[in-house]
Structure formats: structure tokens, C-alpha cells
């Protein structure tokens, strides 16, 4: 319930307004004068403040001053029955919400005190969205402890508080955009707009319209002014996300808006200054474009002044189950329900999976686990086809991984020799898939750990991982 303070040295008043705000459903309290206001202000919280200008003692602009500064979010509407644009001017001056010269009508005043209120709602909200943009959009979200990743986070956090412009690069699905807002949203412009534009979307005609706005009549369809998204991410950040895909014939006007710090909007003839960071991401070979002549050489520099590149998923693979387990919480928290556990195979059949759609294909993955599963626990026959394609998981090394038992694993594989003889290699073959599968398991599908456990090398074990566990798919 809002709470409203009334502050006047008439009774009658007092009792006029108590009674009719209250009648709005508001807590209302009262006050004699400024010092027994402050003295109610300092005891509980108030969201308006309704005071006379002329006490005695502490007078209403006074009490403004102290509002101002012990409870900078309640709101000061004043009242006087000897109004002057000076009194009113000064009051506005040091923060009132409003002033209201008395005899006042009950309904305008009630009208501005739910303003008030609204707005105060309004503010709150704000700053919970700005908040929970900022928690979406935090280091905490960018997942990683192999050393590739910690590499991009060092540098990242580097160049949030820089102006400096910043070239994203990696693979599609590897998480470009992310990172540019994780860059806007920890840096000095995080509460400003973050802006995000596809290059690659749209045609060089419409392409202009978009990033710099048109006027009116300006072209077929052109019925009114357009702000572009330059200016509509003033003071913020706006990412140019797919730049290398950018039409050539765009290329030069980014080129002198980059330089210049200005736009202008198609059909215009003025400039307009703009104050905005620049990111820009992509997943091409941007120095190999400009070799090619598709990309501008000068454009190119302009762009790169600072370039964070993102390792795909290939070369990260010890940070796949720590990303799963990051994709099932996100995922439970949107549904409410409880944070579901992945099954040993299913973490090693993850973990065999060299991911050519990234990051964003593991959580893909995920989702399908989580929406196919139907136990408490997320079986690896719960993932995509598409992600366990040649991982099939033995009877016996399941059982290993189930139950925990020692019996069950590769260690308990028959040594005798079958009377019609066998194919050692083959079966060597798969013995070392068993262990590896099982490895996999115990580690929580972390193949440096995993390679360990059997005493061999990383680059030993991803060859044979590739070889055992991931099968012919990913061979072409």
C-alpha cells in the first residue's frame, strides 16, 4: 500500500486531506510542521510527501532540501496559498514533483498524487528490467574454465569501460552476440540501449534506412521521419552483428560514420551527431574479404581495433558438460521445476560430440534432453540423434556407469581365448572404447581428466575419440 505524508499547520486541512487521499485506499499519516515531518520520514518510509510552503520552523522548501537528501525516491508535491513564479520556479529547482496553489480542486490533487505514484511504480520497474538485463547479460553467463575461454574473458573485461571499437569473431553458435552484451552491459553504458543489427538481413537500400533513418517522402513508402538505430541507441551501444556479410555499396557510408560521428538520415541534408559504441561481429575471414575485395581494407581497420576471437566448441570441449549443466539451470528456472542431473553416458556421449553448430547447438541439445526425458535423471538416449549418432553405449560399461560397479566395467571382460579364435584387433578396438567410455564417465566427460584416469595423452585421446566414440559422422 502506498503511504502519502501530509504535512500543514491546519488541523482542518489536515483532516481533509487524510480523510479523502485515505479514501483512495492510501496509508496517509500527518504532520504539524517540517521538523515533525522529518521525524515520520526518518521512522518509516513514505512514497509522497503533500506539504505546505509557509510553516513554522522548518518551512515546505526546507523540508524539500531534506528529502531531497535523506529519501531521494519520495516524491515532494507543495502547496501554498501565496503562490509567485519565483516560489514556484525555486521548488522545481530542488526536486519537487509538483506544485498546487491553494484552494485546489480534491480530484486534480488526488489525480497528481497517483501520477506520482505511477511513476514511482514505473521507476521501480525499470530498474528491476535494468537489473535483470544486466544479471541475463553478466560475465556469469559467459561459461568456461578451459584456457581458451579464460583468454576471452581476460580480454573482455579489458575493454568494457573502453570507447574503443571491437571486432567479435567466431563461428555461428559460438556466441558473438552474447559477448557484445556482455561488453555494453558491464561497461559505463550499460544502463544506455543496447542496439543490435543483422547486416546480413537486409538489402543495401533498406540497410541504410535502418542504421541511419530516413525522412519523410524520401522514398516509395517513406510516410513518415524514421529515426535510425544510430540514434536510437544514443549514449548506449549498437553491434553490427554479421559484418563481413554487409552490402559494398553500404561499406563507405559506415566508413564516414565511424570517422565522423554523424548521420544522416536518407533524404536528409543535415547531419546528426551521434555518441554510441561500436561492436561488431562475424563468423567470415574479414582480412581474407578485403584480399578478395569484398570488404573495405579501411572500413576493416576502422572495425579493428580490438578483436575478440571465440574458440568453437571443437577446441573447448572440456567445458561442454560445465555448459550443460549451465543450460539445464537456465532451463529449469524458466519452467520452475528443479535442475535435472545428466546421467554419466549421457555426459560422455556430450563430451564425444565435436558440436559444428557450437554453443548454440549444445543448447539445442539440452532442450531436446529436458523436453524427450521422462525419468528424474537425463538418459544419453534422451539427446538428439544428431549428437549420439555413432556413440553406442555397451550393456556392460552402462551398467558400470548406472550402478558404480566394479564388476560391470571393461575390467571384468573374459580373457579366454573363444574356441574359433577372434579378431584382436578389433577387440583390443573395443576394449579401449569401453575404457574410454567409462573414463569419460567418472570425469564428468572432462577428456583432459578422462585421459588421465588411462594414462594418456590429450592429443592421444581426442584421436581416439574421434575415432571410437563419434564414429563417421563427423569424418566428412
Known amino acids: 500500500m502506498s503511504r502519502i505524508l501530509i504535512v500543514d499547520d491546519e488541523q482542518s486541512l489536515r483532516e481533509l486531506l487524510s480523510f479523502a487521499l485515505g479514501d483512495e485506499g492510501w496509508d496517509v499519516a500527518t504532520a504539524v510542521d517540517g521538523a515533525a515531518a522529518a521525524a515520520a520520514l526518518q521512522a518509516e518510509p513514505v512514497d509522497v510527501v503533500l506539504s505546505d510552503i509557509r510553516m513554522p520552523g522548518m518551512d515546505g522548501l526546507e523540508l524539500l532540501r ?75 553467463n559467459l561459461v568456461g574454465r578451459s584456457p581458451a575461454m579464460q583468454r576471452v574473458f581476460e580480454l573482455i573485461r579489458r575493454v568494457t569501460d573502453s570507447t574503443s571499437t571491437v571486432l567479435i569473431v567466431g563461428e555461428s553458435g559460438t556466441g558473438k552476440e552474447l559477448v557484445a552484451r ?12 543496447f542496439v543490435a543489427v543483422n547486416c546480413a538481413a537486409l538489402p543495401a537500400h533498406l540497410l541504410e534506412s535502418e542504421l541511419f533513418g530516413h525522412v519523410k517522402g524520401s522514398f516509395t513508402g517513406a510516410d513518415r521521419h524514421k529515426e535510425g538505430l544510430f540514434e536510437a541507441a544514443a549514449g548506449g551501444t549498437i553491434l553490427l552483428d554479421e559484418i563481413g556479410d554487409m552490402p559494398i555499396e553500404m561499406q563507405p557510408k559506415l566508413l564516414r ?14 547531419d546528426v551527431g551521434i555518441d554510441v559504441r561500436v561492436l561488431a561481429s562475424t563468423n567470415k575471414n574479414l582480412r581474407g574479404a578485403v ?82 526425458e521422462t525419468g528424474d535423471v537425463i538418459q544419453a538416449t534422451s539427446l538428439p540423434p544428431s549428437v549420439t ?5 555397451t550393456a556392460a560399461v ?10 560391470a566395467g571393461p575390467g571384468a571382460e573374459s580373457k579366454a581365448l573363444p574356441a574359433d579364435g577372434l579378431d584382436l584387433e578389433a577387440h583390443l578396438d573395443g576394449l579401449k572404447r569401453e575404457y574410454m567410455l567409462e573414463a569419460l564417465a567418472r570425469s564428468e566427460g572432462v577428456q583432459t581428466r578422462a585421459a588421465e584416469l588411462l594414462g594418456m595423452s590429450f592429443r592421444s585421446f581426442r584421436y581416439y575419440a574421434k575415432k571410437f566414440l563419434i564414429g563417421e559422422e563427423d569424418e566428412g
Do not use: C
Not at 92 to 112: M, N, Q, S, V
Not at 182 to 193: F, K, M, V
Not at 398 to 407: Q, R, T
Open 66 to 140: 531534506h528529502v531531497a537528501m535523506s529519501a531521494p525516491d519520495t516524491d515532494v508535491i507543495l502547496m501554498t496559498a501565496h503562490a509567485s513564479t519565483d516560489t514556484a520556479i525555486e521548488a522545481l529547482r530542488l526536486g519537487a514533483y509538483d506544485y498546487i496553489t491553494k484552494p485546489f480542486d480534491l480530484d486534480e490533487l488526488k489525480i497528481t498524487v497517483r501520477r506520482s505514484l505511477d511513476q514511482q511504480a514505473l521507476r521501480r520497474d525499470n530498474v528491476l528490467l535494468r537489473k535483470e538485463l544486466a544479471d541475463r547479460n553478466s560475465f556469469g
Open 182 to 193: 556482455a561488453i555494453h552491459y558491464n561497461g559505463a553504458r550499460g544502463e544506455a540501449p
Open 257 to 270: 560514420v565511424l570517422e565522423d560521428r554523424k548521420v544522416r538520415r536518407v533524404g536528409s541534408t543535415t
Open 291 to 372: 584480399n578478395d575485395g569484398s570488404f573495405r581494407e579501411d572500413l576493416y581497420y576502422r572495425l579493428n581495433v580490438i578483436q575478440v576471437d571465440l574458440p568453437p566448441m571443437r577446441d573447448r570441449l572440456d567445458d561442454v558438460p560445465l555448459l550443460a549443466e549451465h543450460f539445464l539451470a537456465q532451463l529449469s528456472e524458466e519452467t520452475g521445476g528443479e535442475v535435472p542431473r545428466l546421467a554419466g553416458t549421457a555426459i560422455a556421449a556430450l563430451s564425444a560430440h565435436t558440436w559444428p553448430g557450437n554453443v548454440r547447438e549444445l543448447f539445442n541439445a539440452v532442450r531436446h534432453a529436458v523436453t524427450m
Open 389 to 393: 549418432g555413432g556413440f553406442e553405449t
Open 398 to 407: 552402462a551398467a558400470s556407469v548406472a550402478a558404480g560397479s566394479p564388476d
